[in-house]
């Protein structure tokens, strides 16, 4: 994804589409400055992908609520 990015700089791409967060991580990754790219925002586009965290089995099931409860917590606080 960021060598589409890149590709579009470039100008040998044209657009990509991405969620807000993913696009503005894949600009800064590439290096480019911020204001070569115009990023358009749908307000009806879907949040982003589901995102996974994997534990080993060496983690406790205490410790995984726990990170549960912060990823709760943040999202209540964040949530549009």
């Known amino acids: 994804m960021i060598k589409m990015v890149?590709?579009?700089n470039a100008g040998r791409?044209?657009?990509?589409f991405s969620?807000?967060?993913e696009g503005e991580?894949?600009?800064k990754s590439a290096g480019?400055?911020?204001e070569n790219l115009i990023v358009k925002s749908y307000p009806d586009s879907p949040r982003g992908?589901?995102?996974y965290i994997?534990?080993?089995r060496l983690v406790s099931e205490d410790e995984i609520k726990t990170i549960n409860?912060?990823?709760k917590e943040y999202l209540d606080t964040h949530s549009e």
């Open 69 to 71: 409860s912060y990823i």
């Open 19 to 21: 969620n807000q967060e």
């Open 6 to 8: 890149q590709m579009i």
């Open 49 to 51: 992908e589901y995102r």
């Open 54 to 56: 994997l534990f080993s």
């Open 32 to 34: 480019i400055p911020r």
């Open 13 to 16: 791409g044209d657009y990509m």
């Open 25 to 27: 991580y894949l600009i």
